[in-house]
């Protein structure tokens, strides 16, 4: 019993110490960790940048023409049915 009570006491005593930790810092330290973090980062070259984006351009573009004519096409069904 005595040990139970004291295990529990130092696991009080432990938390509040963490929870102290975890304050201590504060926003200096994000900052700080942000920067760190930040020059981890590995950034694409401009080539890269540049190929990706007319990547994605024309995949865009594809996407709009397929569905312009799938739009015409069934506008010009719709006519033909009832006109016909």
């Known amino acids: 019993m005595a040990k139970d009570k004291e295990l529990n006491?130092?696991?009080?005593?432990k938390?509040?110490?963490e929870k102290k930790s975890k304050k201590s810092g504060g926003i200096v330290k994000w900052f700080k960790d942000l920067k760190i973090e930040m020059s981890k980062v590995v950034?694409?070259?401009?080539?890269?940048v540049v190929n990706n984006?007319?990547?994605?351009?024309?995949?865009?573009?594809f996407c709009a023409l397929l569905t312009?004519?799938?739009?015409?096409?069934f506008l010009w069904l719709l006519e033909f049915a009832i006109s016909g």
Request: glycine share 6%; proline share 3%.
């Open 15 to 17: 938390g509040k110490k």
């Open 43 to 48: 950034w694409p070259s401009k080539k890269a």
């Open 53 to 61: 984006s007319v990547v994605v351009f024309a995949a865009m573009f």
């Open 68 to 73: 312009f004519l799938l739009d015409r096409g």
């Open 9 to 13: 006491a130092a696991k009080d005593e």
